[in-house]
């Protein structure tokens, strides 16, 4: 089986375990019904998410120009404190900012590596969850713009990290945690704004990943550096692809690359 195209970050469906998707324009691919198989992957071309031209891929899956100029790579996209659409104040583009920040927005805390906060749009749970690798995840406040997430991840940032160990959490080095007792013991640290907002009547969730075997040390793909690989699927986690030999692939560190695909 051959498939070719320019790689996005994997589709999920929450299900146990979870099911990974390759989408490509023409094909997709069921990455769970490959585990075990071999995967060769051929870096072929770059090709941006915007202008779709052959440009060294910058951040995100766009070159350099577009990195700076699309609406959809402003800084308050990793930033969302940064956000502004609701004070009618433009970024790069205020109908797209309004769209995507003026809508309801989760501050959650998950458990991948470590327990850390984060936040995405309510639209986006629990795939932000999945893309992550957190095993365990619970909201912490449901709030109606990101501005407001933003300010409560910051404010919990100062107690909790925001970052995930991603060989930690391929490694499957992890433990459960009592997520209750943590969003209880953070409500103090919310700021005033978002109180309002805070969530009491909500279970953790657990996800399930489809791994046959968690490596001991990883190592990571480079396609620039090695643009032809091939090993034995032994499962997908976050939006990382693990192989037998303690290679892992990031699919969304990757985005932007033109790739061939062949599983033997």
């Avoid at 989408?23 to 060769?40: H, I, R």
């Amino acid at each position: 089986m051959q498939y070719e195209g320019v790689l996005r970050k994997m589709e999920t469906e929450l299900d146990s375990p979870i099911q990974y998707y390759l989408v490509f324009e023409s094909d997709f691919l069921n990455l769970n019904q490959v585990l075990g198989k071999k995967m060769k992957i051929d870096f072929i071309k770059h090709q941006c998410l915007n202008c779709g031209n052959d440009r060294p891929i910058y951040r995100q899956g766009f070159c350099k120009s577009c990195f700076f100029e699309i609406p959809s790579a402003g800084d308050w996209i990793m930033r969302p404190e940064l956000s502004k659409a609701h004070l009618d104040i433009e970024d790069r583009d205020l109908a797209y900012e309004k769209k995507v920040q003026l809508q309801p927005h989760i501050v959650y805390l998950a458990n991948s590596s470590n327990i850390k906060v984060g936040v995405t749009r309510k639209s986006q749970v629990p795939t932000r969850w999945i893309d992550q690798g957190a095993h365990e995840a619970i909201e912490i406040v449901e709030v109606p713009n990101r501005y407001l997430a933003g300010i409560t991840e910051v404010a919990l940032k100062d107690h909790l990290s925001d970052k995930t160990n991603w060989r930690k959490m391929l490694t499957n080095n992890n433990e459960d945690q009592d997520l209750v007792a943590w969003r209880n013991q953070l409500k103090q640290y919310i700021p005033e704004e978002a109180l309002p907002f805070y969530i009491t009547d909500n279970s953790e969730t657990n996800l399930e990943f489809p791994v046959l075997k968690y490596p001991e040390k990883v190592k990571s793909l480079n396609l620039d550096k090695t643009p032809t690989y091939s090993g034995t699927l032994m499962g997908i986690k976050g939006q990382y692809l693990i192989f037998d030999d303690g290679t892992v692939f990031n699919i969304r560190g990757n985005e932007g690359y033109y790739v061939g695909i062949s599983i033997i």
